[in-house]
């Protein structure tokens, strides 16, 4: 995990944060600048078929917000079960392969050690801590642990969580995220990634807000598909400012 730090560590000062002007609306807002930065929020995946989805929209999440460089934790037996994640698929949303590491840990234990480590780094931009089935260790205690390191760092943690459950947790928001057909493009070509999420529960605020979106990864933001409104008026926390810098290489290491 060391080694990995000191990677992030000069991707932080190889790309200075840069300001986004305010949304007109709260809608409009995570959908352009992405979730509220400094804080821990969940992603569900609320099928086993929807495990791709939901990690296509954590990435596309960090690039709205410009929250760059990302960092990607996961166990080994997770890679051996799922298999890597494709540098072609990242580039296809929009994310340059030189601004993620990846980390491989030995085993849930581990994840919860090298993630609280990681949200203390102040280098970060995101951290997504991508974790399988009921994962116990992943309680209250934990995420509260993660939501505090969060606050301090400023980095924003994204707690993927595939084929689980919603359990007690700390984070500010729980996402449910299901994978929807794209619309074609006129050519009938393939259209752009397509989501429903819903928003299960906000922290101190009304949740059940369901949005269809898809990710224009050219101008990096969610766009409402057509007829497609939120069912409340959910006011969100959202990101205040976007990455302007492009990134240095960095290259995938085995944390641990």
Do not use: N
């Not at 840069?18 to 509220?36: K, T, Y």
């Amino acid at each position: 995990m060391r080694e990995s730090s000191a990677l992030i560590e000069s991707l932080r000062r190889a790309a200075p944060f840069g300001v986004s002007a305010g949304a007109r609306d709260p809608v409009e807002a995570w959908l352009r600048q992405g979730l509220a930065r400094a804080q821990l929020h969940e992603l569900y995946a609320l099928d086993a078929q929807d495990a791709a989805a939901a990690t296509g929209f954590a990435v596309a999440l960090a690039i709205a917000a410009g929250a760059l460089p990302l960092l990607w934790i996961r166990t080994d037996d997770a890679e051996r079960r799922h298999g890597r994640i494709l540098g072609a698929g990242l580039v296809e949303l929009g994310m340059a392969p030189t601004a993620l590491v990846i980390a491989s840990v030995a085993d849930e234990a581990g994840l919860l050690r090298a993630a609280a480590d990681a949200a203390r780094c102040a280098g970060l931009g995101t951290l997504v801590v991508e974790s399988h089935d009921r994962a116990p260790r992943i309680d209250l205690t934990a995420t509260r642990r993660l939501m505090l390191a969060a606050e301090a760092s400023g980095v924003t943690v994204l707690l993927l969580r595939l084929g689980a459950e919603p359990t007690p947790s700390a984070a500010t928001t729980r996402w449910g995220v299901t994978a929807i057909p794209s619309t074609p493009l006129p050519t009938d070509a393939p259209g752009h990634p397509s989501f429903a999420v819903e928003l299960l529960r906000r922290r101190g605020g009304p949740a059940g807000a369901r949005w269809r979106v898809e990710w224009k990864r050219d101008d990096r933001y969610f766009a409402p598909i057509a007829d497609s409104a939120p069912l409340s008026g959910a006011r969100l926390p959202v990101a205040a400012d976007r990455a302007a810098a492009r990134h240095p290489r960095a290259p995938v290491r085995r944390a641990g």
